[in-house]
């Protein structure tokens, strides 16, 4: 059993997700980063990112002092048996990732270790990035004379942004890339609770955990694809994707999840590490045709988007007002990494279009990642702010609030009643019965206005 407190370098989305769940286990915990300002906003309790229940748990673990919050890399190694390295690897130019700040900790490591350490990887790194670690801690180990006892450990995770505390308590999986049977025994302690409540824990060397996460997240990824080329498709033979993915889904050999038709994945995680995976394999002669194949249709849904759009409105969209619910790349989340919006938005624009556009938590983020575009956004109080004088109104994130719209308001406020559901929150019957044209994705054809007419005399005289 250990005996010492938990280092995490890197107090960003992993880090820190992962340095208050784990404290809030009973373990105790030292968060450190090279940002000063970052250290003394958490030291006063306040996240630097929106993350449902994570405000509540770091005020209840900075109250009972499990975790600390520091700048000094080299006490909280030293303070430390077990350190977990938590640090970003943002993809280069070529989408390969970037593991400059792991092997920085590496370094850390055997310049300031002064006994038995485990140094455990929770970063997404290249396959083989384990093996890297343990040579840069040795050869520091070297350049002191020094021969003190290491391991290195890849224990990815598998959070998701807007449920992340609860996918850390919650596990699937608990993936240990390990082949020393001491450290097997110390991080099977640190995620007691878990251990104890039957969490299945998979055991394997350093390479197949690293290959894990990679595969998990591309495979989720390629069925994401999947679906949205099905619902380009759809449309073509007027089909309706959704009842395609819930049959598919009743099938046990496929599952239901992640089989929803939108404008593509997005975020920090399925895009970088899809373009990741895929340079690995280029590196080693293996062409994985089948994700590549996902990476291009995800950026073709994009644009299929703003084809859906333009082909209702016009090619040009000069004088056009455009209401948009939604910013970030998913709900509960303010991250607009490679959100679908970050590419809609701009194209629109280019076409002429002006956006009004709101989204619970990403405003700030969303107007800084848009900065260039600022002239032609303007950013609204809420999602009815949103349409007033808007021609069309386009849903690009699924937030819980805009799943209840007052659609009669919308009728009224929206100069156009124009729907794109980019989402397929709304079933079709219910919006143009208020007289609004729906337009979704994959789904058959859209009804004529007469249709769409009578439709709502019919709901009238039927009082619903």
């Not at 608990?174 to 099977?188: A, K, P």
């Not at 990403?362 to 303007?378: M, P, Q, R, V, W």
């Not at 794109?420 to 054809?445: A, M, W």
Request: aromatic share 6%; proline share 3%; hydrophobic share 35%.
């Amino acid at each position: 059993m250990y005996k010492n407190k938990i280092s995490i370098m890197g107090t960003g989305y992993v880090g820190l997700v992962g340095g208050v769940c784990l404290a809030d286990f009973g373990n105790t915990i030292i968060n450190v980063d090279i940002d000063e300002e970052k250290i003394e906003q958490l030291k006063r309790g306040e996240v630097p990112i929106y993350e449902q229940g994570l405000q509540e748990l770091l005020e209840r673990n900075l109250r009972d002092d499990r975790i600390t919050f520091t700048t000094d890399t080299a006490g909280a190694i030293e303070e430390s048996e077990v350190i977990f390295i938590a640090v970003g690897t943002p993809p280069d130019e070529n989408g390969r990732a970037d593991i400059t700040n792991v092997l920085k900790v590496a370094r850390s490591v055997g310049q300031n270790m002064d006994g038995f350490r485990i140094v455990v990887n929770k970063s997404t790194v290249p396959i083989g990035t384990g093996r890297q670690v343990a040579e840069v801690i040795q050869q520091e180990l070297d350049k002191r004379g020094e021969e003190f006892d290491f391991d290195v450990v890849s224990n990815p995770e598998f959070l998701r942004e807007g449920k992340a505390v609860h996918d850390f308590t919650h596990p699937d999986r608990v993936v240990i890339g390990t082949e020393n049977e001491r450290s097997r025994d110390i991080l099977t302690e640190i995620y007691r609770p878990l251990y104890l409540n039957d969490v299945p824990f998979v055991f394997t060397n350093l390479e197949t955990a690293e290959t894990i996460k990679y595969a998990s997240n591309a495979f989720l990824a390629s069925k994401i694809s999947f679906i949205n080329e099905m619902s380009r498709l759809c449309e073509k033979v007027n089909a309706n994707v959704q009842t395609v993915a819930r049959a598919m889904g009743m099938d046990g050999r496929i599952g239901d999840k992640f089989l929803h038709a939108g404008p593509g994945y997005g975020g920090s995680c399925f895009p970088k590490d899809t373009r990741a995976i895929v340079n690995i394999a280029d590196d080693v002669g293996i062409d994985l045709k089948v994700i590549r194949a996902g990476i291009e249709a995800n950026e073709r849904q994009k644009h299929h988007m703003v084809a859906k759009i333009t082909r209702e409105l016009g090619e040009d969209l000069s004088g056009k007002t455009l209401g948009v619910l939604g910013l970030s790349f998913k709900p509960e989340t303010d991250d607009m990494r490679e959100s679908p919006a970050l590419t809609i938005l701009p194209e629109l624009i280019s076409r002429g279009a002006a956006i009004r556009a709101f989204d619970p938590e990403a405003i700030t983020t969303a107007a800084d990642s848009l900065k260039e575009h600022e002239k032609d956004i303007i950013y609204c109080a809420n999602e009815y702010d949103v349409m007033k004088n808007s021609d069309a109104l386009v849903l690009i994130t699924e937030w819980n609030q805009f799943r209840r719209l007052n659609l009669e308001r919308v009728y009224q406020l929206l100069s156009e009643p124009i729907f794109f559901d980019l989402r397929n929150v709304y079933h079709r019957d219910e919006v143009e019965r208020h007289n609004i044209k729906y337009i979704g994705v994959g789904l058959p054809s859209t009804r004529s206005r007469e249709e769409m007419e009578k439709l709502m005399t019919e709901a009238q005289a039927s009082g619903s």
